[in-house]
């Protein structure tokens, strides 16, 4: 049987030690205005091609997502009813909308940038993202902030 799941939670000493430096390596970028990929690197002894390769796709999971909000972008067909089938899919789980921008189709594709407010009595964040990723007409999915 074939498994689509996209996400996964695990604990932190099951991961390699590779991607735990690369999550120390983010977390330093973000605190030192003068440090760099390649001092970041240098100082947790892991390569620039390293921390390049997984930086997108690792991030701590923080337990009060609750009062958050979470940016992401998507790109999706220019049909009619892949917008509203996100939208509602966000409504379903019980999120706040706080922003919405959507470009002007171009080859019919549209990119669309959300900002949801995850609420007390919302429902599981990342199942959310992950049904909106597998809708008709949505191609791609990526978090660009939690805040």
């Not at 604990?11 to 330093?28: I, Q, S």
């Not at 796709?57 to 998507?74: A, E, M, Q, Y």
């Not at 019919?108 to 900002?115: D, E, Q, V």
Request: glycine share 4%; proline share 3%; hydrophobic share 40%.
């Amino acid at each position: 049987m074939e498994d689509d799941t996209k996400y996964f939670v695990v604990r932190k000493k099951a991961l390699p030690e590779v991607l735990l430096k690369v999550v120390e390596a983010k977390r330093m970028l973000e605190t030192d205005p003068a440090m760099t990929v390649q001092k970041a690197a240098e100082q947790l002894g892991i390569s620039r091609s390293s921390f390049y390769k997984y930086k997108d796709d690792i991030s701590p999971f923080h337990d009060d997502t609750r009062g958050k909000t979470i940016t992401f972008v998507l790109q999706m067909d220019d049909e009619p009813g892949v917008l509203s089938s996100v939208l509602k899919t966000i409504a379903e789980s019980n999120a706040n909308i706080l922003t919405i921008h959507q470009t002007i189709p171009i080859n019919g594709l549209a990119s669309l940038t959300l900002s949801v407010e995850v609420l007390s009595s919302s429902k599981d964040m990342s199942g959310m993202i992950q049904e909106i990723e597998t809708q008709k007409g949505v191609h791609y999915l990526k978090i660009l902030a939690k805040s």
